[in-house]
Every structure is written in structure tokens, then in C-alpha cells.
């Protein structure tokens, strides 16, 4: 039985590093490269979807970080997630997009491409 529940619980996803309100703006300024960030819910079965779709759709070098909106809920008041799942584009730690795509690998990469290739959103 307790295999089956760890199978199914995704809010412990080791590829995605789990973020809250202390612990967001320090860590995604210390990462370099692409960061993508996924506020998501447990209770949102396509939240968990994307969650294991995400390892192995991001781009290789790409960081993962996972927001539990239930946990930090004044994060995602702050950033105006109002739909879940929402999945955010950082470059060498700072904003710069808001990804609306499937989670495969060829639409993905695709949608960071296009971001990266406009100006960077200011931040919610």
C-alpha cells in the first residue's frame, strides 16, 4: 500500500525543488540559465500531469521548481495565479515570461524559444 501512495504523490517530485514564499526570490536569483517554475496544486489532477511530464520535457540544463499553491498561497496571489497550472519562464534568475503550451518536449522548447526571443515580461 505504501508503494502505491508514493507512486501516485507528486508533490515530492525530487527533479523539482519545492518553493514558498521565504524561499522563492533567493533561490531562483541564485540560479543560472533557464528556471522553470510550476505552480500547481494537489488537488489539480492536470497539475500532477504536467508535474511528471515536465522532467522530461524541459530543456537539458533547465532547473525545476514547483510552487504548492495550498502552501503558499500569498505567492500566488502575488503573482496572479488564477488558473493552475501555471508554468513560469526564468533566465540567469530573473522573470521573463508566463509559458502557455503543452508540457512535451517539442512544444515546450518551442514556447521558451519564442519567450527567449522576445523582451522579458515584467513580473507579476
Given at each position: 500500500m505504501r508503494r502505491i501512495a508514493q507512486k501516485h504523490d507528486f508533490t515530492q517530485n525530487p527533479a523539482m525543488q519545492l518553493l514558498d514564499e521565504s524561499t522563492y526570490h533567493r533561490q531562483l536569483m541564485q540560479t543560472r540559465g533557464p528556471a522553470l517554475v510550476l505552480f500547481s496544486s494537489q488537488a489539480c489532477g492536470t497539475c500532477r500531469q504536467v508535474e511528471r511530464l515536465l522532467p522530461s520535457s524541459a530543456p537539458e540544463g533547465a532547473t525545476l521548481f514547483k510552487v504548492d499553491v495550498q502552501v503558499a498561497s500569498a505567492l500566488a496571489r502575488a503573482f496572479e495565479v488564477f488558473h493552475l497550472p501555471t508554468l513560469l519562464l526564468y533566465l540567469d534568475g530573473h522573470y521573463h515570461a508566463c509559458l502557455n503550451c503543452e508540457v512535451t518536449p517539442t512544444?515546450?522548447?518551442?514556447?521558451?524559444?519564442?519567450?527567449?526571443?522576445?523582451?522579458?515580461?515584467?513580473?507579476?
Amino acid at each position: 500500500m505504501r508503494r502505491i501512495a508514493q507512486k501516485h504523490d507528486f508533490t515530492q517530485n525530487p527533479a523539482m525543488q519545492l518553493l514558498d514564499e521565504s524561499t522563492y526570490h533567493r533561490q531562483l536569483m541564485q540560479t543560472r540559465g533557464p528556471a522553470l517554475v510550476l505552480f500547481s496544486s494537489q488537488a489539480c489532477g492536470t497539475c500532477r500531469q504536467v508535474e511528471r511530464l515536465l522532467p522530461s520535457s524541459a530543456p537539458e540544463g533547465a532547473t525545476l521548481f514547483k510552487v504548492d499553491v495550498q502552501v503558499a498561497s500569498a505567492l500566488a496571489r502575488a503573482f496572479e495565479v488564477f488558473h493552475l497550472p501555471t508554468l513560469l519562464l526564468y533566465l540567469d534568475g530573473h522573470y521573463h515570461a508566463c509559458l502557455n503550451c503543452e508540457v512535451t518536449p517539442t512544444a515546450l522548447h518551442a514556447a521558451i524559444e519564442q519567450a527567449v526571443n522576445q523582451p522579458a515580461e515584467e513580473e507579476p
